[in-house]
Every structure is written in structure tokens, then in C-alpha cells.
């Protein structure tokens, strides 16, 4: 379930979207998930590049925080979001 606060961000609907799926995706304990890129295309019904952009828009805002995994060999797999507490943020930026 997503936050009703969720509105109050002013996110574009695909940036909307590729949260909405970063939270499906989330492990509650931490507050991470790690699905590919192309996973999230995949599951919002759009390209790779528009989830990039999004990407781009929830780190900016700080609603994601976006590391870089490796495998075993140094490659790189897919990346680990953290999502930030959604109602927290909001009720931070109505008391401002």
C-alpha cells in the first residue's frame, strides 16, 4: 500500500510510478530493494531510459538513496535503493 502522503511529493507520474514499483519491491526491514532496471520497465510499462530519469528525480529529492552492487568478480549488478519514510518527509516539509 502506498502512503496517501505520497501526493504531496509533486513527482511526474512516471516518476510516481517507478516509486510505486521501488515500494512493491522493498524489503521492510531496511527499507531496500534492488530490482534491475529493466524489472522496473518492465512492471511500470515504459523504456529503461524513462526509469532512469525517474531514478534521477527521486535521488535528487532524496526520496531514494541509490548504491552500486558487485558481484563476486567486480562486475557490477543491479543497483540497491533505499526508499525513504514517505509520510516522515512529508510531514518535515509542511512544518517548514
Known amino acids: 500500500m502506498l502512503p496517501n502522503e505520497i501526493?504531496?511529493?509533486g513527482?511526474?507520474?512516471?516518476?510516481?510510478?517507478?516509486?510505486?514499483?521501488?515500494?512493491?519491491h522493498k524489503d521492510n526491514e531496511n527499507d531496500s530493494c534492488f530490482p534491475s532496471r529493466s524489472l522496473i520497465a518492465k512492471e511500470c510499462c515504459v523504456k529503461e531510459k524513462t526509469v532512469d530519469a525517474a531514478l534521477k528525480v527521486l535521488e535528487e529529492q532524496s526520496i531514494i538513496v541509490k548504491?552500486?552492487?558487485?558481484r563476486e568478480n567486480g562486475s557490477y549488478t543491479s543497483n540497491m535503493y533505499?526508499?525513504?519514510d514517505i509520510f516522515a518527509m512529508t510531514q518535515n516539509t509542511s512544518k517548514e
Request: contains cysteine.
Open 7 to 9: 501526493f504531496s511529493l
Open 67 to 70: 548504491r552500486h552492487r558487485l
Open 82 to 84: 533505499f526508499v525513504a
Open 11 to 24: 513527482l511526474k507520474p512516471r516518476d510516481l510510478t517507478v516509486l510505486a514499483c521501488l515500494i512493491r
